[in-house]
């Protein structure tokens, strides 16, 4: 497999602060890629790195020619206005914009397209429920539906399972499997190093700087864990300019 | 006194009625969609800086030109945009929260409007540019509403999508569209126009009571974006021929008579709207089954 995302000695940060530190490597097209850490590891910061919304420190990003609005980014729910009067139906249908954009109608097709969206992740007959009455699992369902409408290449999934039930957390990570199985490269920050280890082959462990990036089962090993715990989060105001900077 | 003499007599036999209800009916049109965006996306109150904001660039047109409609309006759309603009410019730009980055510019823009008209040393009859003469629109008046109506709704017509999405959800927005930043300024120009619009007929301070309270009180009684909208703008354009109205037959000023009737349908909504109304939470009726 040719790579989809390449890092050369990336960092990303804000307010010249790294919160990814020196990261390099490949993600290969069609890989299903946990990234892991505590908080404040770099995890949302690499995400939104790799989806545009935010310009390195250093180094760089190549997506290989695919335009980051081509990339599908599902963010922490909390992002969401919830009070907004709008319904799942419409919600969902924003997964269209690529292709509908400013004008575009919604056809036939689309509308059987959102509404097998909406059947794909179990919530026939809340078509009409505004979002600000759904529930943490039914709300998550409705943003993993519009991101079966998007049809990206390359999903980024941030915290996707978080605060979830058993129930819902399956039959959200069995569409995971169906997109890692049309081969789309996903890549998911995630906490539940159970679920990783029985989902995601491959695992990149963040604590600001790369810890380990392998086979999950070597990259989430006790060493690594252990690694990562010491290097923490940091963050000073006088910290001096990085010398290995570009 | 029959049902005709104080409902449609006015309107049949005095031509300023009619031209004052085709205001209003222009007015209504504009600014009801515009207000219950203002309100999703919580910037009730920006509507009300704007405001501010106008005042000193109309004022200044006046000062030039007196009740000039075309400098008048010139001033307070150039100060209105300077305003909207440069503070959204410098929120995006900077980080800084948008509703701080609006009070600096509005306050600066207000000062430098006194500053100027203390400076001329004449005593400027404001009371028009404050308080509005509804009952006094004339032909480039209306023409002038009826065209910011029609950039108002042509306007939001583009940019509906963009702004919805950065309601909701301005993550999503920015991830699939570069459209977010121009829908925004788009959408505070529309503010800006609407207020300038509304100021000639209901004044700078009151225009802004057309927009902000027929969108809270229609918030009341629908769920949908779409069902917001038409009852924000007929609430609005109700407020209008009431306080028309109420204004002929009592001989009170039109601008505030058409505001307060706003707010008594926002206070009744307060009380006894079925989505969050006061009465629901005190009068207990049966839950439903599912």
Known sequence: ?246 | MSLFDTFFAPFAEFEFMRRALAGVFALSLGAGPVGAFLMLRRMSLTGDAMAHAILPGAAIGFLFAGLNLYAMTAGGLAAGLLVAVGAGVVARATGMKEDASLAAFYLISLALGVLIVSLRGSNVDLLHVLFGTVLGIDDATLMLIAGITTVTLLTLAVVWRPLVLECVDPTFLASVSRSGGVSHIAFLSLVVLNLVGGFHALGTLLSVGLMMLPAATARFFVRDLTALVTTSTLIAFGSGVAGLLVSYHLGTPSGPSIILVAGLAYAGAVILGPIGGLAGRFVPRRHLEA
């Open chain 1, 1 to 246: 497999m040719s790579a989809q995302i390449s890092f050369r000695n990336l960092t990303l940060g804000y307010e010249r602060h790294p919160a990814v530190h020196h990261l390099s490597g490949e993600v290969k097209q069609g890989a299903l890629l946990a990234i892991c850490g505590a908080n404040g590891a770099g995890k949302s910061t690499l995400l939104k790195g790799i989806g545009g919304a935010l310009k390195p420190l250093g180094g760089s990003i190549d997506r290989h020619g695919l335009d980051p609005r081509e990339i599908a980014y599902l963010p922490q729910g909390a992002e969401i206005d919830r009070s907004f009067p709008i319904h799942v139906y419409d919600m969902v249908s924003m997964g269209l914009w690529r292709r509908a954009g400013l004008f575009g109608g919604i056809g036939r097709a689309d509308r059987t397209k959102i509404e097998h969206a909406i059947a794909a992740v179990g919530l026939e007959g809340f078509e009409t429920r505004p979002i600000g009455t759904l529930s943490g699992g039914q709300m998550q369902r409705t943003l993993f539906a519009r991101l079966l409408l998007q049809d990206a290449r390359v999903i980024l999934l941030d915290e996707p399972f978080t605060a979830l039930d058993a129930k819902t957390v399956s039959d959200l990570v069995d569409l995971v499997r169906r997109w890692h199985g049309e081969k789309r490269t996903v890549i998911a920050v995630l906490h539940d190093f159970d679920l990783v280890r029985a989902t995601f082959p491959e695992t990149l462990l963040l604590a600001r700087t790369p810890v380990a990036w392998g086979p999950t089962a070597e990259a989430l090993g006790p060493e690594n864990l252990l690694k990562a715990r010491r290097l923490g989060e940091s963050w000073r105001d006088d910290a001096l300019p990085c010398s290995d900077a570009a």
